[in-house]
Every structure is written in structure tokens, then in C-alpha cells.
């Protein structure tokens, strides 16, 4: 199944791998070549090119946890009745101007990226062992000894996760726990250019959540003071 998956995403893994090197050159310039420097900046570079997706996606979850609770009371009003209730239902999301699957696309089209990132970390030769060096990390290319990155990795997706996730909603609160303990599970045993990768996903991700929710914040804050 790997061979297979690898050969699909073959095209995007020789592009993200040769990105990357023209990366470490550009860090090399600076007198400090470093792959996992260049790794950060190729997901800088992946977050900005994805940005008007991820605009589109978390403004799709967040006008879904709008309509949730209206939803409840729809579906507990027309529990009886299934093609009614369904009805209605497509009735909110049209008055609303909501499309439920539109936090589904950029999911679709990041996902390829994602998985030839995968493969390109996951099958890239570093030139020397000196060059999978990274900070605390031997090697890039074997996971991380101290299981410091894994738990880096785990703790930021669950913040991510949180910023976006509705808390009061059962099955959205268990996935924002259950979530992170599995990338962190999974993380404890992958080589760890690819989980400084996700981890690295996961703060771009974050910030630019912080960035589109700052006015509310800050609206939110006005209303609290003058109440």
C-alpha cells in the first residue's frame, strides 16, 4: 500500500523535495545551511499559498457552530418525522447562505499536499549526517529521542483545534482531545522532519486562526466592558 500511495503522490513529493533543496540553499546563503530551517519556511510557504482555503474552511466551521444550536432544535422538533427534518434543515443552511460541504474542500485539496509532504520527508536523503542535525535532534530522519517534538506536535494540535472546535457540542469536544493524542501517538515513532513539519503546520495554523478571529476578540472584549 505504501509503494502505491507513494507513486500517486509522486509529482507533488518531487516538487515539495525540490522546494525544499532550493530552501537549504537559501539558508545555506545566510552561512547556516539547516533542512529543518527549510522545512519550516516550505510550510510558511505551503500556509501562505493554502490561505484563501483555509480562509474559506474556518469561516465554513465557524458559520456551522453558528447554526448549531437552531439545528438541535430543528432535529429534536422533527425527530419523528427524518425527510422533514432534513428539509427544514437544507431550508436553515439556504437562509442562512451556508453550504455544509464548502469545509470540505480545502480539506480535499490540502490533503494531496499533506501526503506529498509526507512521502517527501519520509523518503528524502539528507546529504550527510550533519545535515539531518536540527537543533536538539539527531537526526531528522529518525524520531526524536527525547519525545520532546511528539508532544509538541500533540499539545498544538490541540490548540489549533480548540480555536475553531465548539466546545459545547460532545462529539466536537472529544475530538478535540482525541485528536491530539493520536498525532501524538502516530509522531512518537515517525521520523522527525515530518512531525517538525506538523508542528510547524500547526502554529502557521494557529496564527492565522488568531488573525481572522482578532477583530471578534477584540469586539468580544468592547461589549463585555460596556456591559
Known amino acids: ?25 537559501l539558508t545555506s546563503l545566510t552561512g547556516f545551511g539547516s533542512y529543518g530551517a527549510a522545512i519550516i519556511l516550505l510550510t510558511i510557504v ?32 422533527y425527530k419523528d418525522n ?44 539528507y546529504p550527510s549526517p550533519e545535515a539531518a542535525q536540527f537543533l536538539w ?11 520532546i517534538l511528539p508532544v509538541i506536535a500533540a499539545v498544538t ?17 472529544m475530538m478535540a482531545y482525541v485528536m491530539p493524542l493520536f498525532i501524538g501517538f502516530m509522531s512518537w515513532n515517525f521520523a522527525s522532519g515530518l512531525v517538525l513539519y506538523w508542528a510547524a503546520m500547526n502554529f502557521c495554523q494557529i496564527a492565522q486562526q488568531w488573525w481572522m478571529y482578532r477583530g471578534e476578540e477584540k469586539s468580544g472584549a468592547k461589549k463585555g466592558a460596556d456591559a
Open 157 to 173: 494540535t490541540y490548540w489549533q483545534t480548540r480555536q475553531t472546535s465548539d466546545m459545547s457540542n460532545t462529539q466536537m469536544k
Open 137 to 147: 535532534l539527531p537526526s531528522m530522519s529518525e524520531p526524536d529521542p527525547t519525545h
Open 46 to 77: 505551503v500556509k501562505m499559498c493554502l490561505y484563501p482555503l483555509t480562509v474559506k474552511q474556518i469561516k465554513s466551521m465557524k458559520a456551522m457552530q453558528e447554526l448549531s444550536p437552531k439545528m438541535k432544535k430543528l432535529q429534536e422538533k
Open 82 to 125: 427524518p425527510q422533514l427534518m432534513q428539509q427544514k434543515i437544507g431550508e436553515l443552511y439556504k437562509d442562512a447562505g451556508v453550504n455544509p460541504l464548502a469545509g470540505c474542500l480545502p480539506l480535499l485539496i490540502q490533503m494531496p499536499i499533506l501526503m506529498g509532504m509526507y512521502y517527501s520527508l519520509f523518503n528524502f536523503q
Open 1 to 25: 500500500m505504501t509503494g502505491i500511495f507513494s507513486t500517486l503522490f509522486q509529482p507533488i513529493e518531487e516538487i515539495l523535495a525540490f522546494v525544499l533543496q532550493i530552501l537549504y540553499n
